[in-house]
């Protein structure tokens, strides 16, 4: 079981709440990620993380935003929340690039009505 | 455009028999390949990695292959348990940056039958 938690594991909220989805890994991992996943499609790439201070956006536009202020903290934050944005959101890290392995949380399904 | 095509799109076995999942991929220049397995409502866990170098890659009863001549990669999975019931995702990455890319498939759903 890799070491890498995400609370909640469940919210429901209203439309218009601002919400933060709480990341975290004691790996001392430097490259951490933002995964956003429909039932039965593929995951996507939101956000990743090179290490402190650096964010960048993914393959999937979203209107989330990011933060990366201490190595094993990687927060997402969404100002409104909007139906749309109902998904799971699954968080992960690895030691370096795509030959490492890349370790998931149990993931955030977030729903917005 | 770079793709993961996984067949099938799901499956029902029995308990004990065995099964194969299929993967076929278009990404180029080709890094890695996994296979993860996902149960529903947690996030997917390795079950094997393979370089362009290795064509067959074991993890207790679970047996993956490659063949990067023809992109096709595969998952077979024997004396299957209950416990096996969930999503089989092929990723595949590139090595085109230095951060590298994952490429998805949207999974297998294998259901096993008591």
């Known amino acids: 079981e890799a070491d890498i938690y995400q609370t909640p594991r469940y919210l429901v909220i209203g439309t218009g709440k601002k919400i933060t989805l709480e990341c975290s890994q004691t790996?001392?991992?430097?490259?951490m990620y933002w995964y956003q996943q429909d039932p039965g499609m593929e995951l996507h790439l939101i956000h990743y993380?090179?290490?402190?201070?650096?964010?960048e956006k993914g393959d999937l536009s979203s209107e989330s935003t990011v933060s990366r202020i201490r190595t094993e903290h990687f927060p997402l934050t969404l100002e409104s929340a909007r139906p749309s944005h109902t998904s799971q959101y699954l968080c992960?890290?690895?030691?370096?690039?795509?030959?490492?392995?890349?370790?998931f949380g149990p993931g955030t399904r977030l729903t917005v009505t | 455009k770079n793709q993961v095509e996984q067949s099938p799109q799901s499956l029902i076995i029995l308990e004990g028999k065995n099964c194969t999942l299929q993967?076929?991929?278009?990404?180029?220049?080709?890094?890695?390949l996994r296979w993860y397995k996902q149960d529903t409502g947690r996030g997917p866990v390795s079950l094997t990695i393979?370089?362009?170098?290795?064509n067959t890659k074991s993890n207790g009863r679970y047996t993956a292959t490659l063949d990067a001549d023809t992109k096709q990669s595969s998952l077979h999975i024997t004396a299957s348990q209950l416990s096996d019931s969930a999503s089989y995702i092929c990723?595949?990455?590139?090595?085109?940056?230095?951060?590298?890319?994952?490429?998805f498939g949207r999974g297998t759903q294998l259901t096993v039958w008591p």
């Open positions: 992960a890290s690895s030691a370096g690039g795509v030959s490492y392995e890349q370790y």
């Open positions: 790996m001392g991992h430097d490259k």
């Open positions: 993380s090179y290490g402190v201070n650096s964010t």
């Open positions: 993967c076929n991929y278009t990404v180029s220049p080709f890094s890695n």
């Open positions: 393979m370089t362009f170098s290795e």
């Open positions: 990723v595949v990455s590139d090595r085109g940056s230095t951060l590298g890319r994952l490429y």
